[in-house]
């Protein structure tokens, strides 16, 4: 039997995804439902002086409209913030119910739920509920939000400050800075995004009265987390009365791992109303009703000796978290940047600090990288202005600098097993044609152009959390269920993880079946999240595989009247050495009749980290009259460990990438900085990239194994939204490197370019 795994099998998805078969939340028919629509606050930070719902409650087809009485009438509690940072002093969670209390602060805070026939009556209805606020002072700067005087978001958040966060040895990196030859520093921006996947929140809530259970449809990511935060927090009834379940799912990115108003209002309208309730947010609601990601302000400063060698990284934060602390989102400025911090580098002392603001803004929670992106970007930013300022070229100061010994254990306390980071970067200067780049300069200043060129490293430290469950089993129908606790949402487990079965069982790949994302078959998981599937479930799995074969083998020695030390097992068959053999499959249908299945579930209780890392090159140009830049080539030159499916992996790190270089160049959730509104709420504003604005991504695997599972993969997932960013912005600052600008805010923006060009123009010469 040919070996599947490191084979570039086309997603035994796509055949129904093609043919339109997918079955998304959108298309579940469910007799006798109702649907739900959200009145929401206009403005960033009110008072509620009284919500009038009498007009709306008339209108045709209204089943109900609720607010935060009828919560508190059902008991009904908060939305956790379910994060555990290791902060300095108490972390500031104020209580977040679903429908605003008292105060709204920020734009599209959920004030009342309308239940209707028709989503379009709800609708017509959620515009009717009059509402009157008394306007108060709104702030959306995290830096803002910390200054004396900015108003008050919480009041038990005094001067604005959720939490306070340190990581290092300060007094070590201040000395190792004070006795450095050269020290750099940069004030950086990582802009606020949003994840946009193709495929909106969407859900369906339902209640069995005669049970008093809850059933919660969703486009989700991580089902077991989101129902324990329902039943434990919020309904507080044991997490067996409510069950998740996610069809397939159009994109995730990260916020779909959280739990959000909407859930707990489909449920709780459900429940009084005694028919199934369903929501899907509109685009423009998604700006405002989801949670967005990054938006850091910080300072930051690297030292190095008169060698060129770092000696120590400063990182001193500003993150804000928006109006609420969202289920994970103090972790994506604390825990996660704290793994990553330097990057691929032997830096002997490292320190961060981040203060948590409240703003009238959005909420903050995990985008695509969350953290590591953040981490990386602080240190290439500053490795090439080192470079820029030493006279050295920007690869010759990684090649120095990178992680050569293995395993290191970095200033920040990871221990990173393996790489080759030095090998990756030749490479990636080799693929890139690096050497050819002054050639294609002067070609692009021959016409006006100024060409640049950027270099970027990252190190991921990719798990999630720690520990996976899976389980392995044989059904009647001759098809093999591989049931995990992880959860594709477009990356194509459905395939890879029976490539990896069919490996190991010596089937074929179509003789399984992926069950994921339903609480009711999939007995616990942590879902999706830091590039973790492979890794975390892929053990799993490979743990339940061998308990099968453990539990087949006995029964297979029956059958074949041989001993068990004697069989062997290959192509999906136990064998004797003169040539009798029996199949898994027989064997599992022997096990069925006899009541004794070989199924089997474990949970893994591996909790080691992976260190995916990559060098990456792009080449832009830049029309200096319009400030116009074209991204022109881009090259990536990854480790991503063992591929289980390399085109698969490919095709993943091309997403990532596409949102690095977006966020890079043209995305960036803006915000009004008196009223607080936020200006990017639609497609017309929000700038994503299309097709024109990206080149081929060129992306080359080198396969470097990681022992710390047994399949020696690494996450593939986040980096491409890890190294994307400073690699293009490296490239962006090289091409204005001769008119005088070394420093630049994402996104690159036309605007924001030929506003640079202008400024440092007028520098050099000013008017006289």
Same mark, same amino acid.
């Given at each position: 039997?040919?070996?599947?795994?490191?084979?570039?099998?086309?997603?035994?998805?796509?055949?129904?995804?093609?043919?339109?078969?997918?079955?998304?939340?959108?298309?579940?028919?469910?007799?006798?439902?109702?649907?739900?629509?959200?009145?929401?606050?206009?403005?960033?930070?009110?008072?509620?002086?009284?919500?009038?719902?009498?007009?709306?409650?008339?209108?045709?087809?209204?089943?109900?409209?609720?607010?935060?009485?009828?919560?508190?009438?059902?008991?009904?509690?908060?939305?956790?913030?379910?994060?555990?940072?290791?902060?300095?002093?108490?972390?500031?969670?104020?209580?977040?119910?679903?429908?605003?209390?008292?105060?709204?602060?920020?734009?599209?805070?959920?004030?009342?739920?309308?239940?209707?026939?028709?989503?379009?009556?709800?609708?017509?209805?959620?515009?009717?509920?009059?509402?009157?606020?008394?306007?108060?002072?709104?702030?959306?700067?995290?830096?803002?939000?910390?200054?004396?005087?900015?108003?008050?978001?919480?009041?038990?958040?005094?001067?604005?400050?959720?939490?306070?966060?340190?990581?290092?040895?300060?007094?070590?990196?201040?000395?190792?800075?004070?006795?450095?030859?050269?020290?750099?520093?940069?004030?950086?921006?990582?802009?606020?995004?949003?994840?946009?996947?193709?495929?909106?929140?969407?859900?369906?809530?339902?209640?069995?009265?005669?049970?008093?259970?809850?059933?919660?449809?969703?486009?989700?990511?991580?089902?077991?987390?989101?129902?324990?935060?329902?039943?434990?927090?919020?309904?507080?009834?044991?997490?067996?009365?409510?069950?998740?379940?996610?069809?397939?799912?159009?994109?995730?990115?990260?916020?779909?791992?959280?739990?959000?108003p909407e859930y707990v209002l489909l449920l709780f309208a459900a429940r009084r109303l005694g028919r199934p309730v369903r929501w899907a947010s509109e685009r423009m609601e998604d700006f405002f009703a989801?949670?967005?990601?990054?938006?850091?302000?910080?300072?930051?400063?690297?030292?190095?000796?008169?060698?060129?060698?770092?000696?120590?990284?400063?990182?001193?934060?500003?993150?804000?978290?928006?109006?609420?602390?969202?289920?994970?989102?103090?972790?994506?400025?604390?825990?996660?940047?704290?793994?990553?911090?330097?990057?691929?580098?032997?830096?002997?002392?490292?320190?961060?600090?981040?203060?948590?603001?409240?703003?009238?803004?959005?909420?903050?929670?995990?985008?695509?990288?969350?953290?590591?992106?953040?981490?990386?970007?602080?240190?290439?930013?500053?490795?090439?202005?080192?470079?820029?300022?030493?006279?050295?070229?920007?690869?010759?100061?990684?090649?120095?600098?990178?992680?050569?010994?293995?395993?290191?254990?970095?200033?920040?306390?990871?221990?990173?097993?393996?790489?080759?980071?030095?090998?990756?970067?030749?490479?990636?200067?080799?693929?890139?044609?690096?050497?050819?780049?002054?050639?294609?300069?002067?070609?692009?200043?021959?016409?006006?152009?100024?060409?640049?060129?950027?270099?970027?490293?990252?190190?991921?430290?990719?798990?999630?959390?720690?520990?996976?469950?899976?389980?392995?089993?044989?059904?009647?129908?001759?098809?093999?269920?591989?049931?995990?606790?992880?959860?594709?949402?477009?990356?194509?487990?459905?395939?890879?993880?029976?490539?990896?079965a069919a490996d190991l069982l010596g089937l074929p790949v179509e003789a399984f079946r992926l069950v994921q994302a339903d609480t009711r078959v999939v007995a616990r998981g942590h879902g999706h999240g830091?590039?973790?599937?492979?890794?975390?479930?892929?053990?799993?799995?490979?743990?339940?595989?061998?308990?099968?074969?453990?539990?087949?083998?006995?029964?297979?020695?029956?059958?074949?009247?041989?001993?068990?030390?004697? @069989? &062997?097992?290959?192509?999906?068959?136990? %064998?004797? /050495?003169? *040539?009798? +053999?029996?199949? #898994? =499959?027989?064997?599992? !249908?022997?096990?069925?009749?006899?009541?004794?299945?070989?199924?089997?579930?474990?949970?893994?209780?591996?909790?080691?980290?992976?260190?995916?890392?990559?060098?990456?090159?792009?080449?832009?140009?830049?029309?200096?009259?319009?400030?116009?830049?074209?991204?022109?080539?881009?090259?990536?030159?990854?480790?991503?460990?063992?591929?289980?499916?390399?085109? @698969? &992996?490919?095709?993943?790190?091309?997403? %990532?990438? /596409?949102? *690095?270089? +977006?966020?890079? #160049? =043209?995305?960036?959730? !803006?915000?009004?900085?008196?009223?607080?509104?936020?200006?990017?709420?639609?497609?017309?504003?929000?700038?994503?990239?299309?097709?024109?604005?990206?080149?081929?991504?060129?992306?080359?695997?080198?396969?470097?194994?990681?022992?710390?599972?047994?399949?020696?993969?690494?996450?593939?997932?986040?980096?491409?939204?890890?190294?994307?960013?400073?690699?293009?912005?490296?490239?962006?600052?090289?091409?204005?490197?001769?008119?005088?600008?070394?420093?630049?805010?994402?996104?690159?923006?036309? !605007?924001?370019?030929?506003?640079?060009?202008?400024?440092?123009?007028?520098?050099?010469?000013?008017?006289?």
């Amino acid at each position: 039997m040919t070996a599947e795994r490191g084979t570039s099998r086309r997603r035994l998805e796509d055949d129904r995804f093609l043919r339109g078969a997918g079955n998304y939340v959108d298309d579940i028919a469910v007799p006798g439902a109702l649907h739900g629509y959200m009145a929401r606050s206009p403005h960033a930070h009110a008072r509620i002086v009284s919500v009038d719902t009498g007009a709306a409650a008339v209108m045709p087809g209204v089943h109900a409209i609720y607010t935060v009485e009828d919560l508190k009438a059902d008991g009904l509690g908060p939305l956790p913030c379910v994060a555990k940072v290791a902060t300095v002093g108490p972390m500031i969670v104020p209580p977040r119910p679903a429908l605003a209390d008292g105060v709204v602060r920020h734009v599209g805070d959920p004030v009342a739920f309308v239940v209707a026939d028709n989503a379009h009556l709800a609708r017509d209805a959620a515009e009717a509920v009059w509402v009157e606020y008394h306007m108060l002072d709104p702030v959306a700067d995290g830096t803002a939000a910390l200054a004396d005087g900015a108003p008050l978001i919480w009041p038990e958040a005094a001067g604005n400050l959720a939490f306070h966060f340190r990581k290092g040895d300060e007094q070590a990196v201040e000395a190792a800075l004070a006795g450095a030859a050269t020290v750099v520093a940069l004030d950086l921006v990582n802009n606020r995004v949003a994840a946009v996947p193709m495929e909106t929140r969407t859900a369906i809530g339902r209640h069995d009265a005669d049970t008093d259970a809850f059933l919660l449809q969703l486009s989700g990511q991580a089902v077991h987390g989101i129902r324990s935060q329902l039943a434990e927090h919020v309904f507080r009834v044991p997490p067996e009365r409510i069950q998740l379940v996610a069809p397939d799912v159009g994109g995730g990115f990260g916020p779909k791992n959280f739990l959000f108003p909407e859930y707990v209002l489909l449920l709780f309208a459900a429940r009084r109303l005694g028919r199934p309730v369903r929501w899907a947010s509109e685009r423009m609601e998604d700006f405002f009703a989801t949670v967005h990601g990054r938006d850091n302000r910080t300072h930051a400063r690297l030292g190095l000796d008169a060698e060129g060698r770092f000696v120590a990284l400063h990182a001193r934060t500003v993150a804000n978290m928006g109006a609420y602390l969202s289920g994970g989102g103090p972790g994506s400025s604390t825990n996660a940047p704290g793994t990553a911090m330097g990057g691929m580098y032997a830096i002997p002392s490292i320190f961060m600090e981040t203060r948590g603001a409240f703003t009238n803004t959005v909420p903050i929670d995990a985008y695509r990288g969350a953290g590591k992106p953040e981490a990386n970007y602080i240190i290439e930013r500053l490795v090439d202005l080192a470079a820029h300022r030493l006279g050295i070229e920007p690869a010759e100061l990684r090649r120095r600098n990178v992680i050569r010994a293995f395993p290191h254990k970095t200033a920040m306390g990871m221990t990173v097993d393996g790489g080759a980071f030095g090998e990756g970067i030749d490479h990636a200067l080799k693929v890139a044609d690096v050497a050819g780049f002054p050639a294609r300069r002067v070609e692009s200043q021959a016409r006006g152009m100024l060409r640049g060129l950027g270099i970027g490293c990252f190190l991921e430290t990719s798990r999630g959390q720690p520990g996976e469950w899976a389980a392995v089993r044989f059904g009647p129908d001759g098809i093999v269920d591989l049931a995990v606790g992880t959860q594709s949402n477009g990356q194509g487990h459905e395939t890879s993880f029976p490539q990896i079965a069919a490996d190991l069982l010596g089937l074929p790949v179509e003789a399984f079946r992926l069950v994921q994302a339903d609480t009711r078959v999939v007995a616990r998981g942590h879902g999706h999240g830091g590039a973790r599937s492979l890794h975390m479930g892929g053990e799993a799995l490979v743990r339940a595989i061998d308990a099968v074969l453990a539990k087949a083998k006995p029964l297979a020695a029956q059958l074949l009247q041989g001993a068990e030390r004697d @069989l &062997t097992f290959a192509d999906g068959r136990f %064998g004797t /050495a003169d *040539g009798r +053999g029996v199949g #898994l =499959l027989d064997v599992a !249908a022997a096990a069925r009749d006899a009541y004794a299945p070989i199924d089997a579930e474990v949970d893994s209780d591996l909790d080691l980290v992976t260190f995916p890392n990559g060098c990456q090159v792009a080449e832009v140009e830049i029309d200096p009259e319009t400030g116009l830049v074209r991204l022109i080539r881009y090259t990536a030159v990854d480790d991503y460990g063992r591929l289980i499916n390399p085109m @698969l &992996t490919i095709g993943q790190v091309q997403g %990532g990438l /596409a949102q *690095g270089i +977006g966020q890079a #160049l =043209l995305e960036e959730v !803006a915000f009004d900085q008196e009223t607080a509104q936020i200006l990017t709420a639609s497609l017309m504003d929000y700038g994503l990239p299309r097709a024109e604005d990206l080149p081929a991504l060129d992306v080359i695997c080198l396969e470097v194994p990681t022992a710390s599972n047994r399949l020696g993969v690494k996450g593939s997932g986040q980096a491409g939204c890890i190294g994307a960013p400073q690699t293009v912005m490296n490239a962006v600052l090289d091409a204005l490197a001769p008119v005088g600008i070394e420093a630049l805010d994402m996104p690159a923006t036309p !605007a924001r370019i030929w506003q640079a060009i202008r400024e440092a123009q007028t520098a050099i010469s000013p008017r006289r």
